[in-house]
């Protein structure tokens, strides 16, 4: 069965230090991946989109990589700020005739000042 | 340039009971997104919407859930009737078009609870 893989158990890391989001994916071709950050009664807000075809993409301290073969992205947020503690969200487009986004459960990002 | 914006922001019922949420998306946008997102999970999709047809309604429970979105614009949302296992949050969300650059601006969600 198709199923998308977020680390459930949150992530704590220290202000200052690089913070790695992982996102597998089982069952799925997806023509681009996307990821988006959640804060408490909110809802999720756009980060970056990556296509396949790409293997890296940056904007600012943020950071996504896309390997196709592992079947996985990466999210690195560099220099961490408490201020980005929330939930990160990927989230995949398989670019079927159902165009539409599944999401994962979301890995919570707690950086400690 | 205003976001989405929803209504009610919570809202409690009992079970059996209906209720409706209703959506105003981005100016302009032509797509719209209706997510379920239960506690701990990624959100959901239920229905999309290109203008006022519907693209994708492959998961949503056709036997209570309702939504339509005339004119191409507001949406509206409707359970009936209510189950326990619909507590959630409901999530809008929209965007220009359903391509592939299809970033979704989502709304703050409406609280749920089934009791």
């Known amino acids: 069965s198709q199923k998308i893989e977020q680390n459930s158990e949150a992530l704590n890391i220290q202000e200052g230090k690089t913070a790695t989001l992982t996102c597998n994916y089982t069952?799925?071709?997806?023509?681009?991946l996307q990821w988006y950050r959640q804060d408490p009664g909110r809802g999720p807000v756009f980060l970056l989109l990556i296509r396949e075809n790409e293997k890296e993409k940056r904007k600012e301290r943020l950071k996504v990589t896309f390997d196709t073969t592992l079947k996985q992205s990466l999210f690195h947020i560099t220099a961490s700020q408490p201020a980005d503690s929330a939930t990160y969200l990927c989230a995949l487009d398989e670019y079927t005739g159902r165009r539409a986004l599944t999401f994962g459960s979301g890995t919570r990002l707690q950086v400690q000042p | 340039e205003a976001g989405v914006a929803q209504s009610p922001r919570y809202k409690i019922i009992e079970k059996r009971q209906s209720v409706a949420f209703w959506c105003n998306p981005i100016?302009?946008?032509?797509?719209l997104y209706w997510y379920q997102q239960i506690l701990g999970q990624g959100p959901k999709l239920l229905i999309q919407f290109q203008n006022n047809g519907v693209v994708d309604d492959s998961q949503l429970p056709k036997d209570r859930f309702s939504a339509e979105r005339l004119k191409g614009v507001d949406s509206t949302l409707k359970i009936q009737p209510a189950k326990l296992e619909d507590s959630a949050v409901y999530l809008c969300?929209?965007?220009?078009?359903?391509?592939?650059?299809?970033?979704?601006?989502f709304g703050p969600g409406t609280r749920l609870t089934v009791l």
């Open positions: 100016s302009g946008h032509a797509t």
């Open positions: 969300a929209s965007s220009l078009a359903s391509g592939i650059n299809n970033e979704q601006f």
């Open positions: 069952n799925y071709s997806p023509a681009y």
